[in-house]
């Protein structure tokens, strides 16, 4: 085999979050697909969309800032996601536990070029770019610790781990906690890359993710791949701290690595066009590259319809033998001929790779294939003769229905999802395209109906949306989902000149727990601490996790201070009882601010830094208490 020589261009140094390219050359994934890769780390000046589109190298590892540049005209396409969640946050000094992201305001920010979603995310915060005094990134974290800028674009991978080498006290500012959760680490290419070498780009891609698959499943065999052959003087332990980091952002639990979602990169570009990064409702048509593109349905109708047309043909042609005797040698040879084609098309139906159903024009199945029984667990007999409606589940929309039926009785095509029933009674959603077939005098005699499984997508789809609405890792509703419950509520409360009350909760001595036993026990507990809340509290009643060991309660329905305290008092007893971690018995306690609308505030904002301020003031006063916002005298 003919060995193509091509290069990859990474967005920095050497690094674990690079680990599935050099596993995929280490392991010989590339030399099997025909390709001799160079791996090249970028330095502090390189900018790999240039490098890409120049040439000089043939695929790349960007950001979410791609779609900005194929606003621009540069012919990107994104390959493949490998992070579900970016790793990009901002880092500040930690000078105190007032401090907040708007404390960034007229402050000297060193950011990547490329992480425009940290940009997105403090314009959406209300800070104003204009206003920043931005400093070229040296992508260090020397300009930090000296106080020569206030704030550093990080990822979330490396520097949190420099930093607690040093010692160094630090706020950790993510764009999640503002809605703006974007793909991280995206493999790319150019449009001519992809039109000139299009096997070779896909070969380059299969064989890229088949070497993350093994990285991530060997994470032990590619630290050391990276100690020995990529070293850039990083401890074995900071390796190991970027997989674990990883870990949460890839979710290679969850979702396959490489798979990407039309739908997120729409969310993705809607956000930028909504803080006027974009323009709305930017195309991302040629943005996002298909490796395995949807067949083409028309040969399928155009074989079937062509199926029926023979079918009256045959009958027209044995009726000419029978009245034209003297032509009979010729009429054989086309129905020999005619014989030969339906025998091809009967093949090609049957052994398509779709379900196929044939219907008359009163809706009674006449024909289904092999692929049709095996999905629906129907044999043929079971349904010819039946109407089609044995498949309709009861949960679908009747409207939809009568939407395609008004469409195929017009004479038109209709594409849409169904839901379908198997014969066990499962229902299971079907992407289906359904046409009427004429006759040469217009009328329908026939439906053909084509159905491709959808399920595996749809589940994923469901999985993509909880993870964008419900904190990982304790289940409970996040920042965004939480904060639309409360302006909901709010509004009830203005209505109906109710009460309701919001609880700030912040864990005391989870920190040294965290530093001591490691994450993954500070993990447990903070899934236990959402249990036991979730037990204190009502139906009617929300908490969701805002921070790393901070959570919000809404009491939205309350008669006075005394209902709000009970429940708190409920939260903090539950807290402060011991938890077991392994052979551990371990304490910690927490503290409480509550804030009541209408009297402590009216606005969501208001509410929210008013219960922050009374849980500080708890803190101030011992901890492990309750305390209600009392306005500076």
Request: one cysteine or more.
């Amino acid at each position: 085999m003919a060995v193509e020589q091509v290069t990859l261009q990474l967005k920095w140094k050497h690094a674990f979050q690079f680990a599935g390219y050099y596993v995929a050359k280490q392991q010989g994934y590339y030399q099997q697909a025909g390709l001799d890769v160079q791996i090249k780390e970028a330095e502090a000046n390189t900018n790999v969309l240039d490098e890409v589109l120049a040439g000089k190298a043939n695929f790349g590892v960007g950001t979410s800032s791609l779609l900005l540049a194929r606003k621009t005209g540069k012919p990107v396409v994104v390959l493949a996601v490998i992070f579900q969640h970016s790793s990009y946050v901002l880092i500040t000094p930690r000078h105190s536990e007032m401090q907040s992201i708007q404390d960034l305001s007229n402050k000297r920010i060193m950011a990547d070029p490329l992480s425009a979603e940290i940009f997105a995310y403090l314009k959406r915060e209300g800070i104003a770019l204009d206003h920043l005094q931005r400093v070229q990134q040296s992508f260090k974290i020397d300009e930090l610790l000296a106080g020569k800028v206030d704030a550093i674009s990080a990822y979330m991978t490396n520097e949190p781990f420099l930093l607690d080498q040093v010692g160094f006290h630090y706020q950790i500012y993510s764009p999640r906690s503002a809605g703006i959760d974007f793909y991280g680490d995206n493999l790319f290419t150019s449009e001519a890359e992809i039109q000139q070498h299009p096997e070779r780009v896909k070969a380059f891609r299969a064989a890229s993710l088949r070497g993350w698959e093994h990285a991530m499943s060997h994470p032990d065999e590619t630290i050391q791949l990276l100690l020995s052959k990529y070293p850039q003087h990083r401890l074995k332990e900071h390796y190991q701290y970027e997989l674990t980091q990883m870990i949460a952002l890839m979710r290679s639990d969850l979702i396959t690595i490489g798979y990407m979602n039309a739908s997120r990169w729409r969310h993705i570009a809607d956000t930028y066009a909504e803080i006027g990064m974009l323009p709305t409702n930017f195309s991302l048509n040629g943005f996002l590259y298909d490796p395995n593109p949807k067949d083409d349905l028309t040969w399928l109708y155009t074989t079937l319809a062509t199926v029926l047309a023979l079918l009256g043909t045959v009958g027209a042609i044995a009726l000419h033998i029978y009245r034209l005797n003297h032509r009979l040698a010729l009429s054989l040879a086309e129905v020999k001929q005619t014989e030969q084609r339906l025998k091809v098309f009967s093949t090609a139906i049957e052994q398509s790779p779709m379900a196929v159903l044939i219907t008359g024009p009163d809706n009674t199945i006449q024909y289904v294939n092999p692929k049709f029984t095996q999905e629906t667990a129907y044999s043929s007999n079971e349904v010819l003769g039946q109407s089609s409606r044995i498949l309709q589940a009861d949960m679908l929309d009747d409207g939809i229905y009568k939407e395609m039926w008004d469409k195929l009785q017009q004479g038109e095509l209709w594409s849409g999802e169904l839901n379908i029933r198997r014969k066990t009674g499962e229902v299971y959603c079907e992407e289906a395209h359904i046409g009427p077939v004429k006759n040469s005098d217009g009328q329908i005699t026939h439906y053909v109906a084509v159905l491709q499984d959808i399920n595996e997508r749809k589940q994923i789809h469901l999985q993509l949306a909880h993870a964008a609405h419900y904190d990982m890792l304790t289940g409970l509703p996040n920042r965004s989902l939480l904060f639309e419950r409360i302006n909901q509520w709010l509004l009830v409360a203005k209505r109906n000149h109710s009460q309701l009350a919001l609880m700030f909760i912040d864990l005391d001595k989870f920190k040294p727990i965290n530093d001591k036993y490691g994450h993954a026990v500070g993990d447990v507990i903070l899934q236990e601490v959402a249990a036991r809340m979730l037990a204190c509290l009502r139906d009617s009643d929300s908490v969701g996790r805002v921070g790393g060991d901070e959570f919000i309660v809404l009491l939205p329905k309350i008669n006075n201070h005394n209902d709000a305290y009970s429940v708190a008092e409920k939260i903090r007893i539950a807290i402060n009882k011991p938890f077991i971690a392994g052979n551990n018995q371990l304490d910690i306690s927490s503290c409480i601010g509550i804030a009541i609308y209408p009297q402590h505030a009216e606005e969501l904002v208001d509410l929210i830094k008013n219960a922050d301020l009374a849980m500080y003031q708890a803190k101030k006063s011992g901890g492990n208490r309750v305390s209600f916002f009392v306005a500076p005298s």
